[in-house]
Nanobody, 125 residues
Framework: VQLVESGGGSVQVGESLTLSCTVS????????MAWFRQPPGKEREGVAA?????????????YYADSVKGRFTISQDYAKNTLYLQMNSLKPEDSGMYYC???????????????WGQGTQVTVS
């Protein structure tokens, strides 16, 4: 399984960016995909997660960290094997390396996810 992120860049405060994560290979079902970020000198933190459509009781359910609720939207296109993160009203504290993660249990700990991309840098100033 390979995850490749794209879409990062340098933007001004209040602007928007959309990150993409293309998945190659077959991941397991009944689990989660997520976006994490890691600011310089800080630990990796969960930003948004989405449940696989095969998960009973909560197919496609989305979860967000409090710091991004109302500004970020996670989505998944199964036909394109792609995970997205739409980021609006960006703030300087949103800066960092953004990582796509797959086959996770849905929590906010990085250790709960099996596959990772190489990251894409987002800088807000």
């Amino acid at each position: 399984v390979q995850l490749v992120e794209s879409g990062g860049g340098s933007v001004q405060v209040g602007e928007s960016l959309t990150l993409s994560c293309t998945v190659s290979g077959t991941t397991g079902r009944n689990n989660f995909m997520a976006w994490f970020r890691q600011p310089p000198g800080k630990e990796r933190e969960g930003v948004a997660a989405i449940a696989d459509r095969a998960i009973v009781n909560r197919p496609g359910k989305k979860y967000y960290a409090d710091s991004v609720k109302g500004r970020f939207t996670i989505s998944q296109d199964y036909a394109k094997n792609t995970l997205y993160l739409q980021m609006n009203s960006l703030k300087p504290e949103d800066s960092g390396m953004y990582y796509c993660a797959a086959e996770g249990s849905g929590g906010w700990r990085a250790c709960e996810y099996k596959y990772w991309g190489q990251g894409t840098q987002v800088t807000v100033s």
